[in-house]
């Protein structure tokens, strides 16, 4: 069974990055035709996907994001990362990260709560 | 951007009776539709995919239907742990877009 686990702080002062990581468990990252993606929720708020990345590097991003997010992975620690610059209050949000399969989202973290605040 | 749009916002429902769900796409997704359940405090759950398909482990009282650009989720009786918070997703293209949900509250 494959599980992930977000981490990273969970508070980030305005105009900083924010940095995340997502460590995949009980299977390779590399195994299997699977992107690897991050997803954010605001609270009370719907869904937002922030991008992914394929372990041959190949990323896409959200466009409406995509001037401030890099995504990257590291196959020999089965994990994935997220940075997001120039951050705002309006980037206060649970993050999630997943396993994309054929643009699906078939296995979640638990998401962990970024607060952007001074 | 295909936009989602999910109807109603909340659905008030009592045990034991049907849910029906509603997902409209602004342009055509096929069948490259998903749907997701999400109880507080907790990441969404893949419940469908292919528009009808169930994913492992979800029970047969869940149905999902439509292609093209109108979908549905059914939930043939509610039981008290299928009050949550329920999203669609397309997949049609690489930038995947979620609905806004719809909350599923007992009446």
């Known amino acids: 069974q494959v599980q992930l686990q977000e981490s990273g702080p969970g508070l980030v002062k305005p105009s900083q990055t924010l940095s995340l990581t997502c460590t995949v468990s009980?299977?390779?990252?590399?195994?299997?035709?699977?992107?690897w993606s991050w997803i954010r929720q605001p609270a009370g708020k719907g869904l937002e996907w922030i991008g992914r990345?394929?372990?041959?590097?190949?990323?896409n991003y959200n466009p409406s994001l995509k001037s401030r997010v890099t995504i990257s992975v590291d196959t020999s620690k089965n994990q994935f990362s997220l940075k997001l610059s120039s951050v705002t209050a309006a980037d206060t949000a649970v993050y999630y990260c997943?396993?994309?399969?054929?643009?699906?989202?078939?296995?979640w973290g638990q998401g962990t709560l970024v607060t952007v605040s001074s | 951007e295909i936009v989602m749009t999910q109807s109603p916002a909340t659905l008030s429902v009592s045990p034991g009776e049907r849910a029906t769900l509603s997902c409209r796409a602004s342009?055509?997704?096929?069948?490259?539709l998903a749907w997701y359940q999400q109880k507080p405090g907790q990441a969404p759950r893949l419940l469908i995919y292919?528009?009808?398909t169930r994913a492992t482990g979800i029970p047969a009282r869940f149905s999902g239907s439509g292609s093209g650009t109108e979908f549905t989720l059914t939930i043939s009786s509610l039981q008290s742990e299928d009050f949550a918070v329920y999203y669609c997703?397309?997949?049609?293209?690489?930038?995947?877009?979620f609905g806004q949900g719809t909350k599923v509250e007992i009446k």
């Open positions: 997943a396993r994309t399969m054929i643009g699906l989202f078939d296995y």
């Open positions: 009980g299977g390779s990252i590399s195994s299997g035709s699977y992107y």
């Open positions: 990345i394929y372990t041959s590097g190949s990323t």
């Open positions: 342009q055509s997704v096929s069948s490259n």
């Open positions: 292919g528009a009808s």
């Open positions: 997703q397309q997949y049609n293209n690489w930038l995947g877009t």
